[in-house]
Each structure stands twice: as C-alpha cells, then as structure tokens.
C-alpha cells in the first residue's frame, strides 16, 4: 500500500470519499500516513479499521 497513490489502490469514487473525509476532519495526514499506515497490511484492513473508529465515534457523540 505505501507504493502509489491512493487512486492505485482505490477506484474514483473511493478516492474522492476518502478525500472529503480527511478534509472535513482537522488533522495532519502526512503524519498520520507515516506513523500509522504502515500498520496496516491492506486496504480492506484499513477500511475495516476505519469504519470502527467511525461507528464509536458516532455512538460517543449521541451520549
């Protein structure tokens, strides 16, 4: 995952979701990319990852 750009690795529309997701969130991607992307060994493991955090976020906001 770490050779490309994340249109290698994801289609078109992928590509824009997760591009709209990391502009409406304030944080540092480039740093973010070095120290944690690594971690993980695919992008579906990424998703997966990704899609958790989402979903507890959400549920710590409705409380």
Do not use: C, H
């Not at 590509?15 to 973010?32: P, S």
């Not at 695919?42 to 906001?61: G, H, R």
């Amino acid at each position: 995952m770490r050779s490309g750009t994340i249109i290698k690795q994801l289609d078109i529309v992928e590509a824009e979701r997760f591009i709209t997701l990391i502009k409406r969130e304030k944080f540092d991607y480039t740093n973010w990319r070095k120290n944690n992307l690594p971690k993980f060994s695919n992008i579906d493991e990424l998703s997966k990852k990704a899609m958790e955090n989402w979903n507890k976020k959400k549920l710590s906001q409705k409380k």
